[in-house]
């Protein structure tokens, strides 16, 4: 048997894991075009002309959500939950979408970082991989459900921009341009979230960004929750006189920022792939922490 670049000796979406059944959220569609709020938004001013033309192209598609397609939940696609889109459902499974065409930045927000609207400061959560196909337009489908991979190991193909190496621990991630190669039955306008390898330090590190972001914010409006700022403190000489609710209320926004990074780690990569190719994921759940 070849192993060479152009021969896949593994069938695609193999699986040996546990699968829950659950339905496409109802009237994504329409919900996504008369939303309210800031629709997602990637910088687009960076004085890169390659990386500017990718970022007006993918700011395009964010806002695209006239074609049904690209509301279809599509065989090895992330899929995720949140209850400002779906609501809480009168049949208790969940109901979830993979497509972030029309979606709006929750709670005003208004950051040209996909990134940060859509994992920290939205309630979208991580469920699982798309098992079988589901179109959205076919409501005779609705109340059937489709399954969806919660554990275990799937072939998936790799859409993020970059090269997975076997062990690179993977995480939910917004995509970065739009992609460069079609797969068959996904829209080349369809806006996913898609696996990529968890940079070095990302958890700290974003758990940190997003905690001195929100302290400067509420500083502004209550100073006695995170204390004085340090410039200010240091000037009047009085470092020494921060309060022990200072310390907790600053510890207790890093751990949750720190969660919020975390439970996008899903899981680990058990084979190499470029950008288009397939890639093992072994899915783990995130830290309960």
Same mark, same amino acid.
């Given at each position: 048997?070849?192993?060479?670049?152009?021969?896949?000796?593994?069938?695609?979406?193999?699986?040996?894991?546990?699968?829950?059944?659950?339905?496409?959220?109802?009237?994504?569609?329409?919900?996504?075009?008369?939303?309210?709020?800031?629709?997602?938004?990637?910088?687009?001013?960076?004085?890169?002309?390659?990386?500017?033309?990718?970022?007006?192209?993918?700011?395009?598609?964010?806002?695209?959500?006239?074609?049904?397609?690209?509301?279809?939940?599509?065989?090895?696609?992330?899929?995720?939950?949140?209850?400002?889109?779906?609501?809480?459902?009168?049949?208790?499974?969940?109901? %979830?979408?993979?497509?972030?065409?029309?979606?709006?930045?929750?709670?005003?927000?208004?950051?040209?970082?996909?990134?940060?609207?859509?994992?920290?400061?939205?309630?979208?959560?991580?469920?699982?991989?798309?098992?079988?196909?589901?179109?959205?337009?076919?409501?005779?489908?609705?109340?059937?459900?489709?399954?969806?991979?919660?554990?275990?190991?799937?072939?998936?193909?790799?859409?993020?921009?970059?090269?997975?190496?076997?062990?690179?621990?993977?995480?939910?991630?917004?995509?970065?341009?739009?992609?460069?190669?079609?797969?068959?039955?996904?829209?080349?306008?369809?806006?996913?979230?898609?696996?990529?390898?968890?940079?070095?330090?990302?958890?700290?590190?974003?758990?940190?960004?997003?905690?001195?972001?929100?302290?400067?914010?509420?500083?502004?409006?209550?100073?006695?929750?995170?204390?004085?700022?340090?410039?200010?403190?240091?000037?009047?000489?009085?470092?020494?006189?921060?309060?022990?609710?200072?310390?907790?209320?600053?510890?207790? %926004?890093?751990?949750?920022?720190?969660?919020?990074?975390?439970?996008?780690?899903?899981?680990?990569?058990?084979?190499?792939?470029?950008?288009?190719?397939?890639?093992?994921?072994?899915?783990?759940?995130?830290?309960? %922490?």
């Amino acid at each position: 048997m070849s192993f060479d670049s152009g021969t896949t000796p593994r069938r695609l979406l193999q699986t040996h894991g546990a699968f829950i059944n659950a339905v496409l959220a109802p009237n994504l569609k329409q919900k996504r075009h008369y939303g309210s709020g800031n629709y997602l938004k990637t910088d687009d001013t960076s004085g890169i002309p390659t990386q500017d033309n990718q970022a007006r192209r993918l700011n395009v598609n964010m806002e695209f959500v006239s074609n049904d397609e690209v509301f279809d939940a599509r065989e090895g696609e992330i899929l995720v939950n949140s209850l400002t889109e779906s609501g809480f459902p009168s049949h208790r499974r969940g109901a %979830l979408f993979s497509s972030l065409n029309g979606f709006r930045q929750q709670g005003n927000g208004n950051t040209l970082d996909t990134h940060e609207a859509v994992l920290q400061n939205s309630d979208l959560r991580f469920v699982g991989l798309c098992q079988n196909a589901y179109i959205s337009s076919n409501t005779a489908l609705s109340e059937q459900g489709m399954a969806v991979q919660v554990s275990g190991i799937k072939t998936i193909i790799n859409d993020s921009e970059e090269t997975i190496n076997i062990g690179d621990k993977l995480m939910v991630d917004t995509m970065k341009k739009v992609p460069s190669k079609v797969r068959k039955g996904i829209p080349n306008e369809k806006v996913r979230l898609v696996l990529r390898k968890v940079p070095h330090g990302f958890v700290p590190q974003t758990a940190i960004d997003a905690a001195t972001k929100k302290i400067k914010e509420t500083r502004k409006k209550n100073k006695a929750k995170y204390g004085e700022d340090t410039v200010t403190l240091a000037a009047a000489g009085s470092a020494n006189s921060v309060t022990d609710d200072v310390i907790a209320n600053i510890a207790a %926004l890093v751990i949750t920022e720190f969660r919020k990074a975390g439970h996008w780690v899903v899981g680990v990569a058990e084979n190499s792939a470029r950008h288009g190719e397939q890639v093992d994921v072994l899915l783990t759940k995130p830290s309960f %922490l």
